[in-house]
C-alpha cells in the first residue's frame, strides 16, 4: 500500500556525521507521523525521533541535541541528520510511516503503518 525506502547508511568514525533519508511512495491521502527507529543486535527495536504533519518533533533522550529529525510534507519525505555519533549507534535504522492510503485509486482511504526495509549505520574506527 505504502512503500518507505531509506538510504543513506554506512560506517563512520566515531564523531562523525551521517544523513538518513526516508521516502514514501504509493496513493497517499496524508501521513501523521514519520520517525525513526533504531535496532542494535540483541535490542529491541527503539525510536529514535519522530515528527508530525503539524510540525512537531520527539526525539530519544539519548539522541537529543545530536540528531535532527526534519521532513518534507509535499515530498512526503524524512530525513535524519545524525552527528557526534558513537559506537553504540551502532544499529539498523528503520523508517516509519503512519497516515492513510488508498490501494487503489478508486478505493477509499484507509489507515497505514509502514516500515522500510532498514539501513545499517555502522560507527567505527
Known amino acids: 500500500q505504502v512503500q518507505l525506502v531509506e538510504s543513506g547508511g554506512g560506517l563512520v568514525q566515531p564523531g562523525g556525521s551521517l544523513r538518513l533519508s526516508c521516502a514514501a511512495s504509493g496513493i497517499i491521502s496524508s501521513i501523521s507521523t514519520m520517525g525513526w527507529y533504531r535496532q542494535a543486535p540483541g535490542k529491541e527495536r527503539e525510536l529514535v525521533a519522530s515528527s508530525t504533519s503539524g510540525g512537531s518533533t520527539n526525539y530519544a533522550e539519548l539522541m537529543k541535541g545530536r540528531f535532527t529529525i526534519s521532513r518534507d510534507n509535499a515530498k512526503n519525505t524524512v530525513t535524519l541528520q545524525m552527528n557526534s555519533l558513537k559506537p553504540e549507534d551502532t544499529a539498523v535504522y528503520y523508517c516509519?510511516?503512519?497516515?492513510?492510503?488508498?490501494?487503489?485509486?478508486?478505493?477509499?482511504?484507509?489507515?497505514?503503518?509502514?516500515w522500510g526495509q532498514g539501513t545499517q549505520v555502522t560507527v567505527s574506527s
Open positions: 516509519n510511516a503512519q497516515g492513510s492510503a488508498k490501494f487503489t485509486t478508486w478505493s477509499l482511504p484507509r489507515p497505514f503503518d509502514s
